[in-house]
């Protein structure tokens, strides 16, 4: 199959990631900042606080539907073109929310900024890892992740720094700022990543495409439960001080984010099964902190946002082994609706098993148990696809299953 693209040297590659990790950066910042700084919104659309699941789930709702779509026709689109639009979108959205006050268009904004959400992070992540070569795609996949972390580091601190002193409205015009100021380093930092005529990029949609984007969202299935539940764990079941709060998530969001850098360069010399089988111990060993009647809830902060990130770098690192360079923006993209899907049915299976108030020991280590359960078949499914990855034949137009 001709290849669409070539590979770029260290440093280009580099700062092509240190761009991305940018715009992931603001657009999971413009995703998960809504629900902390709805509570500075609500009285203003006269809504109680409880509707922020509302907005969230528009969002979600969006990002899914448009996901999916992408699927099938993102390989029509210049994919640089489309990122800067995403952007663009993206800020005009955000600016958006704060000229109303109607909850129905706060939802109708919400579901749109989804649908922009949904296609941004997928396209922009096959650009970069059409032009990186095989054995540095762990570390450059580690790059872009590591923003997650430093979302909780920096960027949710900042907005409700700004929301507490200044107002949501401002919060919310930074996170548009964010945006406008990823355009030039779009224009002039990112290559274009057009396929030639004669190639066809369309991905079959069948079970083995199915599995290979599913496997992020599956393993960090575990993780998901668990993180609606992190704040009334510490503070209630586990006795950390209201005080401490601010602290114990951040040293877990810097745990992830060194997590996260140190696993993409152990791509480099350690297997993936070794990583997974690794990370997947950790990740246990921090469930196993609450569920055993201890109270260290910076050991179990760490361990439990460094398992978590180390999991999902290795776990990329293997699905982005399985479309060509020409599928990579529908591959992508199918991935992250996946992912948002399974992250809500995450939350509701949290909610069923914890329905009380106050976390009672029996219903907590019912959920822990199911968590651990969970994540431990990470190093199993590792197995399993590599063994189809080694086995796959590359047909001229497509990938077949056999």
Not at 156 to 171: D, E, N, S
Not at 334 to 359: G, H, K, N, V
Request: proline share 4%; hydrophobic share 55%.
């Amino acid at each position: 199959m001709p290849l669409t693209t070539q590979t770029l040297n260290h440093k280009a590659l580099m700062r092509m990631a240190i761009v991305m990790a940018f715009i992931q950066f603001t657009n999971a910042l413009e995703y998960m900042a809504f629900t902390p700084v709805f509570a500075f919104m609500a009285d203003e659309f006269s809504v109680p606080l409880s509707f922020s699941g509302y907005v969230s789930g528009m969002y979600t709702l969006g990002a899914v539907i448009s996901g999916i779509a992408a699927f099938y026709c993102i390989g029509r689109f210049n994919k640089k073109q489309f990122l800067l639009k995403n952007m663009v979108l993206l800020a005009a959205l955000t600016v958006l929310s704060t000229l109303t006050t109607h909850f129905a268009t706060l939802l109708v904004l919400r579901f749109c900024a989804g649908l922009v959400g949904g296609t941004t992070m997928g396209v922009g992540m096959s650009i970069l890892i059409n032009h990186a070569p095989a054995n540095l795609r762990g570390k450059i996949l580690a790059t872009v992740i590591a923003s997650f972390s430093l979302v909780s580091i920096v960027g949710m601190p900042a907005i409700l720094f700004l929301c507490t002193h200044y107002g949501w409205h401002k919060a919310l015009w930074l996170i548009s700022a964010l945006c406008l100021i990823s355009l030039p380093l779009i224009v002039f930092f990112l290559p274009n990543d057009k396929i030639p005529s004669g190639v066809k990029a369309k991905l079959a949609i069948n079970a083995q495409t199915l599995l290979f984007a599913s496997f992020t969202a599956l393993v960090q299935f575990s993780s998901m439960l668990i993180v609606p539940i992190l704040t009334p764990l510490m503070a209630q079941y586990m006795g950390a001080q209201p005080g401490l709060l601010p602290l114990l998530f951040l040293s877990g969001g810097i745990a992830g984010y060194l997590s996260t850098k140190i696993t993409g360069v152990l791509t480099l010399r350690f297997s993936s099964l070794t990583l997974a089988t690794a990370s997947t111990l950790l990740f246990v060993a921090s469930l196993l902190i609450p569920a055993m009647g201890y109270d260290n809830t910076f050991l179990f902060i760490t361990l439990f946002l460094g398992a978590s990130y180390s999991r999902l770098v290795s776990a990329s690192a293997v699905a982005v082994q399985y479309p060509e360079d020409q599928q990579r923006a529908s591959f992508s993209s199918l991935q992250t609706a996946i992912m948002y899907l399974l992250t809500t049915l995450a939350f509701f299976l949290s909610s069923l098993l914890l329905p009380d108030q106050e976390i009672t020991t029996q219903n907590l280590n019912g959920l822990l148990m199911v968590s651990a359960v969970a994540a431990s078949g990470f190093p199993v499914m590792v197995i399993i696809l590599q063994k189809k990855l080694a086995k796959r034949t590359i047909q001229p137009d497509h990938i077949t299953t056999d």
